[in-house]
């Protein structure tokens, strides 16, 4: 069983940035895939990014060049940094995670971003 508690949802401008992070109960090592996914109203969830343990990385093309995901293992921690948000970005964003084998896969309860002016 991993734990994986998402943190630094908050409201922000259009313009603005914002850090979020993803803190594992596990070696980010011992996890093949972790992924930042997000939920808007009345949409289905989407892959936002993903960092792989031998740090592949994909974006999803709506935030492609405006946020950053990248990896912390001292700190079993995920980030996405996103910048030049806009209400479209207004979401819950869920962290998930897969295990080295990818049979078995976790979700955080996930952070709000709202963004408005």
């Known amino acids: 069983q991993v734990q994986l508690v998402e943190s630094g949802g908050d409201v922000r401008q259009p313009g603005g940035s914002l850090t979020l992070s993803c803190a594992a109960s596990?070696?980010?090592?011992?996890?093949?895939?972790v992924s930042w996914y997000r939920r808007a109203p009345g949409q289905e969830r989407e892959l936002v990014a993903s960092?792989?343990?031998?740090?592949?990385?994909n974006y999803s093309d709506s935030v492609r060049g405006r946020f950053t995901i990248s990896r912390d293992t001292s700190k079993n921690t995920v980030y996405l940094q996103m910048t030049s948000l806009s209400t479209e970005d207004t979401a819950v964003y869920y962290c998930?995670?897969?295990?080295?084998?990818?049979?078995?896969?976790?979700w955080g309860r996930g952070t709000q971003v709202t963004v408005s002016s």
């Open positions: 960092i792989t343990v031998t740090q592949h990385i």
């Open positions: 998930n995670a897969l295990d080295l084998h990818a049979t078995s896969e976790w």
């Open positions: 596990r070696s980010l090592d011992r996890l093949y895939k």
